[in-house]
């Protein structure tokens, strides 16, 4: 072997991007979203169906697809299968991209040889799971969005004009003994603040931080719980989030129930794969009673989380052998409540940020006006 041959080849170029660590910190990193988990596997169970060889299936698709991160994946995730690797041990090669329910799944099926029906049972879980997320930003979305427009062009045109009138019409008398209320002048110091240079780059960067730490403190699993648990306290939203939190785990037990894993096993399964943190920490405190021996409705009535009606629906059918089938039926009719709740909900955020809107035009007029009518009734004493 020549000195040429044995040269040690050079070192790998600088990433493009920061460390994973820093993305992960700054809240662009983590598993792949339900959309496109959903498309993911979607698009391979067609694959897999018109049996196109996986590493060809995997390369399409990592061809194909618009995320950056999945396309990254997949790459990584076809060089290992065609390189002999089995489809779960390349996904779990991939720590916090795939969620460890996919990969289980996806396992049994290849297990089994019926991969192409596991992975349609992992679409409709994944499509449950953006119509959870639909469902609670459809309520806060358009009256939220409504609201700040309104306020953002009440503020700024009122903010930004009637200081300058108020400025040229009722200063220039000061010393005739009008008096300005506190909310007066609390608005005239707000409209010269923000014509501040300096203001613009303040409130920038005011919203830079506040965006990192809306995102560590949403990543903080005990943020998450506290918040979480004060919203189940409220009185129609609490109820309209146990009600989607508990279609969503009676899908995901009833489909895991159904590829044959133990009752234990899809309870602890289907609290790893629930981002609502009331539920999980339910869903998880079953698993271990069912674990330790308890039964099934002794480890539900534990659980305040759980309503007195699935505990004994539950436990009923358990005992008739028809478990999954049954929570797949209670996963229906839970969907239906939540729907007719997220209605109601819908319409109380509405109205809320409509009241609070017009609480702040009454505050400006309030501060704008009230010196208005003092300065012209001192001219007419005067």
């Not at 009138?165 to 608005?187: C, K, M, Q, S």
Request: contains cysteine.
């Amino acid at each position: 072997m020549s000195t040429h041959d044995a040269e040690p080849p050079p070192p790998p170029p600088p990433p493009l991007l920061p460390a994973p660590g820093l993305l992960a910190a700054l809240g662009f990193s983590g598993p792949l979203s339900a959309a496109d988990l959903a498309l993911f596997v979607e698009l391979l169970a067609g694959l897999v169906r018109a049996h196109v060889p996986l590493p060809d299936a995997l390369k399409a698709l990592g061809r194909d697809t618009e995320s950056r991160r999945l396309c990254r994946a997949l790459e990584a995730v076809q060089a290992r299968v065609a390189s002999g690797a089995t489809l779960g041990e390349a996904l779990r090669a991939q720590p916090g991209v795939f969620p460890e329910l996919m990969i289980a799944m996806v396992e049994q099926g290849v297990a089994s040889n019926q991969l192409h029906a596991v992975l349609m049972e992992l679409v409709r879980a994944y499509r449950a799971q953006i119509r959870f997320r639909e469902a609670l930003w459809s309520l806060l979305i358009s009256p939220v969005a409504t609201a700040v427009v309104l306020f953002v062009l009440i503020v700024g045109l009122s903010l930004w004009n009637l200081p300058m009138l108020f400025e040229h019409v009722v200063r220039p008398y000061d010393g005739w003994g009008i008096e300005t209320p506190w909310a007066t002048n609390f608005l005239f110091m707000l409209g010269h603040w923000i014509r501040e240079p300096g203001c613009w780059a303040l409130a920038t960067a005011a919203l830079a931080v506040g965006w990192f730490a809306y995102r560590r403190l949403g990543a903080s699993r005990r943020v998450r719980h506290s918040l979480q648990r004060m919203a189940l306290l409220t009185p129609v939203l609490g109820e309209f989030l146990r009600t989607i939190s508990l279609a969503h785990a009676c899908r995901l037990l009833s489909l895991l129930l159904q590829r044959g894993l133990a009752i234990d096993g899809a309870f602890h399964m289907a609290a790893a794969a629930t981002s609502f943190v009331p539920a999980q920490a339910a869903l998880a405190e079953v698993a271990h009673r069912l674990s330790q021996g308890a039964a099934l409705e002794e480890a539900l009535r534990a659980q305040p989380f759980f309503p007195g009606t699935f505990v004994q629906m539950a436990a009923t059918a358990q005992r008739q052998g028809e478990l999954p089938q049954a929570l797949s039926r209670m996963a229906d009719l839970y969907e239906e409540r939540g729907d007719l709740q997220g209605a109601k909900v819908r319409f109380l955020v509405f109205v809320g940020a409509q009241v609070a809107v017009s609480l702040f035009v009454l505050f400006l007029f309030t501060g704008y006006f009230t010196p208005l009518f003092g300065f012209q009734r001192t001219l007419r004493r005067r």
